[in-house]
């Protein structure tokens, strides 16, 4: 694309030509029209002008200004021919009463004759002549107007580069910015028509700006949070190191196992979080049952709910939707994600001998999941933080890295999805439970 | 020597606390900063191991507090937080000294050591009293150059009564220094390593006061 100075000035300078074109051919019409007037009458004058009585060869007045090229001619009225122009080219006699206009000599002629005592006289000049005053005359008044157009060609360049300096100080101020000064650049400086791309590119920097402040902070946190399991590790190990014999090394090894479970859980989450914060892609998107899913995810848990004597299963749909299968437009692998930290927040969070239940449904045209439990529940005033990356609820026994509901926060954003907690019993506020509401849009019956 | 371990990751404070008890130390350990209160109000620590980052009540809050109610309590502060403004803060509050996860046991281990000896005045890890010598990092004690062979408690008490030449110690605070809450204290322990040490050591070693408790005669 050309750049709007270029086009400016091309536009600009085409039309100051095009008009000083029109004013230069304009002039000379009415120049061309009023030469032709003065000429006519300047023929007929001549024509009037000639003597009654002269002899041939009798030079004549007009000879002083040749440019104009008349040729004076007239016959007697037997037929003779009377020289008046020697040394002019010799036209026919054309035998016209007024003006005429032939073609001589390849030449286009204007002439006028009339007969005065039987004598018929005939006064021709060239339109080429004409052409030329009329030229001549617009080029002499045309003059100062090409000077005026030049003038003008240069004041447009000036105004041209006036108008777009706050542009080229915009890009300046753009150009010179890094990824760490993101301050806003200022909107009254700029000329109305600049505001609203100066106000878009301050939102876009604002915005730029948090995801990169998110990210800083992301970074930051996950390090602060890596030192704990680290910590723990290097401790341990040392206590490996130290044990004094074979019961107590096996002792302290199975707790560094543990401790690398836990690093290990921290570190798979992390990645996971940042895996699914990125938009889905189309050739992601599959058609899943959502029956299915929870059976599968129910499939994978059950060692551990067994181990903890938890009672996790999945609940019919109830009323809400008596359909028999919910499908949805998903990112399958993403789903299973979900569908694995919302369990295990339920399993690791509920007492022994507590029950889990799982439910895939239909509500208000809208597919969706929900895990619930009866465990101790999460107290009102916690639950808005419950998907603060790297948060845990106080007084918990139970290690968890803090991730795993941002991480399920990430896969609803991905699926356009809305997540909403509540207490499962909400007359005693124990129990939570957690329901991942689908757009009406991604159900695909 | 008694301390508080305030710790709110499980992992961390299960090792740290095995780590410490295998030197001799006792140890209780609490996971918030309430429960570090409470523990602090109810015994005569010898030093508190401060985790920053705690639930309820943070670190900072109760090391000020402990400062504010006076008293030489020396604090070690271990923590995630290794910027240096953090560390001024914290050393600016009254910490001791500031350890940064993840750390060394080794570290830990003689960074305790040291402040304890500076509770004490001592500038080295080994003790001299007349015959006796202890060394406190390697846990050797040697008595008229001879290598002695204490059994850890014993050592533990030793060393308590080193620290305090001349000084009356009831039984009921050498117990508070040489059992944490959640060891079991068998009644005339302390009696028990008395006696080993006077059997090393000579029985004059260590005066008994009666109805009162025990005492090492300071040296001539």
């Known amino acids: 694309m050309k750049t709007m100075r270029g086009q400016l000035l091309l536009g600009l300078l085409c039309a100051t030509l095009l008009c000083v074109l029109g004013a230069g051919a304009s002039l000379y019409r009415s120049l061309l029209e009023e030469t032709n007037e003065l000429a006519d009458l300047q023929l007929r004058q001549l024509a009037a002008a ?14 002083q200004d040749p440019e104009e090229m008349f040729v004076l001619q007239a016959w007697d009225d037997a037929g003779r021919q009377l020289t008046i122009s020697p040394d002019k080219p010799q036209l026919p006699r054309y035998a016209v009463a007024g003006f005429a206009e032939v073609t001589v000599f390849g030449q286009a002629w204007r002439l006028y004759g009339e007969t005065r005592r039987g004598r018929y006289v005939q006064v021709a000049q060239p339109l080429d002549v004409r052409d030329d005053l009329a030229a001549a005359m617009a080029l002499r008044a045309g003059a100062p107007l090409l000077l005026f157009a030049l003038i003008l060609a240069l004041l447009i360049a000036v105004v041209v580069a006036r108008v777009l300096a706050p542009m080229a100080r915009l890009a300046q101020a753009v150009a010179g910015r890094s990824a760490d000064a993101l301050a806003p650049l200022p909107v009254q400086d700029m000329p109305p028509e600049l505001r609203p791309v100066v106000a878009s590119l301050n939102g876009l920097m604002h915005r730029f700006d948090e995801a990169l402040q998110a990210q800083r902070s992301f970074v930051a946190d996950a390090a602060h949070e890596l030192r704990s399991p680290l910590t723990a590790l290097k401790l341990q190990l040392q206590l490996v190191e130290r044990a004094d014999s074979d019961a107590a090394r096996g002792e302290a090894l199975r707790k560094l196992h543990e401790r690398l479970d836990r690093a290990t859980h921290l570190v798979r989450q992390m990645l996971s979080l940042a895996r699914h914060e990125a938009a889905l892609t189309d050739g992601q998107l ?14 994978d848990h059950s060692a551990l709910a067994d181990s903890r004597a938890i009672d996790l299963g999945v609940v019919a749909p109830g009323e809400m939707g008596k359909v028999d299968k919910v499908e949805i437009e998903a990112d399958p692998d993403a789903l299973q994600v979900l569908l694995n930290n919302l369990i295990d927040n339920a399993l690791r969070y509920t007492q022994q001998g507590g029950t889990v239940d799982l439910q895939a449904g239909l509500e208000a045209g809208r597919p969706l999941l929900r895990v619930s439990d009866n465990g101790p529940g999460v107290p009102v005033q916690y639950r808005a933080r419950l998907f603060d990356r790297f948060y845990r609820p106080d007084g918990n026994d139970a290690w968890g890295c803090g991730l795993g509901l941002s991480i399920v926060r990430n896969i609803a954003d991905q699926h356009r999805a809305s997540i909403v907690i509540d207490a499962a019993d909400r007359d005693s506020g124990r129990g939570l439970c957690v329901t991942v509401l689908f757009p009406a849009a991604s159900a695909t019956v | 020597m008694r301390l508080l371990l305030v710790e709110d990751d499980p992992m961390i404070g299960e090792s740290l606390g095995e780590g410490l008890r295998a030197e001799c130390y006792a140890v209780d350990w609490v996971r918030d900063g309430q429960d570090a209160e409470l523990a602090l109000a109810g015994f005569a620590y010898d030093l508190m191991l401060l985790d920053l980052g705690l639930p309820g ?3 900072m809050e109760v090391l000020r507090a402990t400062r504010a109610r006076g008293g030489d309590l020396p604090v070690l502060i271990i923590t995630a937080r290794d910027g240096t403004p953090a560390r001024v803060e914290g050393l600016d509050a009254g910490a001791d000294d500031y350890l940064v996860k993840p750390f060394d046991l080794d570290e830990l281990l003689a960074r305790v050591r040291a402040l304890l000896r500076r509770r004490v005045s001592r500038t080295r890890s080994v003790i001299v009293h007349g015959a006796l010598t202890l060394d406190l990092a390697s846990h050797e004690a040697t008595f008229e150059g001879e290598p002695v062979k204490l059994p850890p408690r014993a050592f533990a008490l030793l ?55 025990y005492k090492l005669p300071q040296l001539p």
């Open chain 2, 57 to 59: 009540k943070q670190g």
């Open chain 1, 286 to 299: 599959k058609t899943v049952d959502l029956g299915r899913a929870l059976e599968a995810a129910v499939a």
């Open chain 2, 159 to 213: 060393r308590i009564l080193l620290d305090h030449p001349g000084v009356v110690l009831s039984k009921r605070q050498l117990e508070d220094k040489l059992y944490a809450w959640d060891s079991e204290v068998e009644s005339n322990t302390v009696d028990v390593y008395v006696y080993q040490l006077r059997k090393k050591f000579g029985a004059d070693f260590i005066k008994t006061v009666r109805g009162v408790g």
């Open chain 1, 50 to 63: 000639l003597p009654n009585e002269f002899a041939p060869d009798t030079g004549m007045p007009l000879a």
